[in-house]
C-alpha cells in the first residue's frame, strides 16, 4: 500500500514538473518575441519623442494652452506607441536641436516633418511614414517658373536647420559656374516667420513641404501661390529618426508598415488635410489684413502668456542671484594678490565673457549630455538649463561690476578697521561691502534688466518662456502683429518696474549726486 501511495505520488509530481517545463518552453519563445516586436528604447513602458511645436500640420500647439500638442507626427507617436503598448511621452523643442537631442539620448525618436534623407541617415535611422515633396511659394501673381534655376539673383526664405539651404546652395554652385548670379538665402528659426518675409515682400519666394501649405489654405489662400514643385529624391518622404540600431530600425518599419495596411495613416492625411486636392484653395480670395483688437486682448489676458511671463520673470530673479553669489567670492580673489587660482578664474570671466549666450545655452543642453551622462536624465529639464547656463554667463559679467565696486573704496578705510581691531570678516561686512553696494547696485539692476530680455534666447531649448509662448501662437494662427504686440506689453510692463525700483533706489542712497553732497556740506 506504501509502496503503491509512493508510486503514485512520484508519478504526480512527474506530470506536474513536465506540465510546468512544457508550459516555460511553450512560453519562452512567445515572450521572446513580443520583446523583440518592441525596440530597445520601448523596452522601459515608454519612449521619448521630440517634435518642434512650430510646424502644422505636423506637430503644432492646438489652441492657447502650450502643453496641449496635436498633429499628424503627434497622433503617429501615438500610434506607435499603442502597438507597442508603451506610452509616448512627447517632449517639444526647437527644430535645430531634435537630432542633436537625438545623440544625446535625450530623445528616442524625433518625428517632426523631417525629410528622410541620405546624409541624415549617416548619423541616424530613418523611417519613411509620409509622402511628401517641396514646394516654391511667393506672392498671389508671381509666374510660374520652370526649376530652382530661375530663381537666379532673387532672395529665397528658408527655416534655419533645414536641408533646404543645402538645396538652395547647391543650386547657387551651378549658377556661380554658368556664370549667372547666385540665390540670396535668408534664414529664420520658424516657418511662421518665414512666410512672413514672403507677405512682407522681402524675399521674393519661399521653400517649404507641400503638405504645410496645403494646411494653411484659409490663412494663405488668396495671398500667396505655388510657382514651382521641383522633383528632388532627397525631399519625397517624412521619416521618423531613431539612434543607429538595425533592431529598433526594423521594428519602426514593420510597425509603420502595419499602419499603413490597417489605412490609420491614410486617415490621418484626410484628418489633417494633407491631401494635394487642397491645392485649389490657393484660389480663394484673400482676407483683409487688419490689426485685430479682439485677438490682441484675448492673447493679453491669456492664462499662456501671463505663465510665460511668470517663468521669464523667475528664470532672470534666480540666475541673477545665483549669479551675485558666484560673482562675490571670486571678484574678491581677483582683486587680492597674483596667484594660480586668480589666473584660472581671469580665465573663467573671459571665456563666459566672450562666448555667446546662445552658443552656451545650447552646448550646455545639447553638447553636455554627451559627456556626462547624468545630463540626459529626466531631471535636467528646460529650466535647469537655462538657469545654470544664465547663471554661470551672468556671474562673468557680474565679477566685473563687483570688482569695480570694491575697488572704488578707500583702502585706507580697510587700514583704519584693522587698527580699531576689527576681524577681516567684520570689516567686509560693516565697512567694505555696504560702500560697494551702493556703487555696484544700479549697474547690477541694469544687468539684470539685460538678463532678463536675454531670457528669451532659452526658447531654442523648449523654455515655455514669454518669446516661446509667442511664437508657438503665432505659427498656430499667422497674427503676427498681434501676438507681438502682447508680448512687447509684458516685456515692457517688467522692464519699467525695475527701471521704476532702481529710481527709488538711487533716491534713497543717492550715491551718484556728489556735487549735490558737497553743496550740502558749504
Not at 508510486?7 to 509530481?13: E, F, G, L, M
Request: net charge neutral; charged share 15%.
Amino acid at each position: 500500500m506504501k509502496i503503491h501511495s509512493f508510486i503514485h505520488r512520484s508519478a504526480s509530481r512527474l506530470i506536474v514538473a513536465t506540465g510546468l517545463f512544457v508550459a516555460m518552453c511553450a512560453l519562452a519563445p512567445a515572450g521572446h518575441t513580443q520583446d523583440t516586436n518592441v525596440p530597445s528604447f520601448a523596452a522601459a513602458g515608454h519612449f521619448t519623442v521630440c517634435t518642434d511645436p512650430t510646424l502644422p500640420p505636423m506637430t503644432f500647439v492646438n489652441g492657447q494652452d502650450t502643453r496641449d500638442v496635436a498633429g499628424f507626427d503627434i497622433d503617429l507617436a501615438r500610434e506607435l506607441g499603442r502597438i507597442w503598448h508603451v506610452e509616448p511621452t512627447i517632449l517639444t523643442m526647437d527644430f535645430e536641436g531634435m537630432l542633436p537631442g537625438l545623440s544625446s539620448h535625450r530623445c528616442d525618436m524625433v518625428v517632426s516633418g523631417i525629410m528622410k534623407q541620405a546624409g541624415r541617415e549617416k548619423n541616424y535611422d530613418a523611417v519613411a511614414y509620409l509622402d511628401s515633396s517641396i514646394v516654391v511659394i511667393a506672392r498671389s501673381g508671381t509666374p510660374r517658373i520652370m526649376s530652382l534655376d530661375d530663381l537666379s539673383g532673387l532672395n529665397v526664405a528658408v527655416q534655419s536647420g533645414t536641408s533646404y539651404a543645402s538645396l538652395v546652395e547647391k543650386t547657387n554652385q551651378k549658377l556661380i559656374q554658368s556664370g549667372r548670379a547666385p540665390i540670396g538665402l535668408q534664414q529664420y528659426p520658424a516657418e511662421d516667420q518665414v512666410v512672413q518675409q514672403v507677405l512682407l515682400g522681402r524675399a521674393h519666394a519661399l521653400i517649404t513641404q507641400d503638405v504645410e501649405v496645403y494646411y494653411r489654405q484659409k490663412q494663405l489662400g488668396g495671398k500667396v501661390t505655388i510657382i514651382l514643385k521641383p522633383d528632388n529624391p532627397d525631399f519625397r518622404e517624412f521619416g521618423a529618426y531613431i539612434s543607429k540600431d538595425p533592431h529598433n530600425k526594423e521594428v519602426l518599419t514593420q510597425t509603420i508598415a502595419t499602419l499603413k495596411q490597417q489605412g490609420i495613416l491614410e486617415n490621418l492625411s484626410k484628418k489633417w488635410n494633407i491631401s494635394n486636392a487642397q491645392e485649389q484653395a490657393f484660389t480663394e480670395k484673400a482676407t483683409p489684413s487688419a490689426f485685430s483688437l479682439e485677438v490682441f486682448f484675448s492673447a493679453l489676458t491669456s492664462m499662456a502668456f501671463v505663465k510665460g511671463a511668470a517663468l521669464t520673470l523667475i528664470v532672470a530673479v534666480l540666475s541673477h542671484l545665483t549669479a551675485i553669489i558666484i560673482s562675490i567670492p571670486v571678484a574678491l580673489k581677483l582683486n587680492g594678490p597674483r596667484s594660480p587660482l586668480q589666473m584660472l578664474l581671469s580665465a573663467y570671466v573671459a571665456v563666459f565673457r566672450g562666448a555667446p549666450t546662445l552658443l552656451q545655452l545650447l552646448f550646455i543642453w545639447n553638447a553636455l549630455p554627451q559627456f556626462f551622462p547624468i545630463f540626459r536624465e529626466s531631471w535636467f529639464t528646460p529650466f535647469l538649463a537655462t538657469w545654470l547656463s544664465l547663471s554661470i554667463n551672468e556671474s562673468a559679467y557680474q565679477v566685473e561690476i563687483n570688482r569695480a565696486a570694491l575697488r572704488a573704496v578707500d583702502q585706507g578705510q580697510l587700514v583704519a578697521a584693522d587698527a580699531l581691531g576689527m576681524k577681516r570678516s567684520q570689516i567686509y561686512r560693516y565697512v567694505i561691502f555696504p560702500q560697494a553696494l551702493r556703487i555696484a547696485l544700479p549697474p547690477t539692476i541694469n544687468e539684470f534688466i539685460s538678463l532678463l530680455k536675454t531670457t528669451s534666447l532659452a526658447s531654442v531649448i523648449s523654455l515655455q518662456e514669454l518669446l516661446a509662448v509667442t511664437q508657438i501662437q503665432v505659427a498656430r494662427t499667422f497674427e503676427f502683429t498681434e501676438y507681438y504686440s502682447a508680448a512687447l506689453v509684458y516685456y515692457l510692463a517688467m522692464v519699467f518696474f525695475f527701471l521704476f525700483l532702481q529710481k527709488r533706489i538711487e533716491r534713497r542712497f543717492s550715491w551718484a549726486d556728489r556735487n549735490k553732497a558737497t553743496g550740502h556740506g558749504q
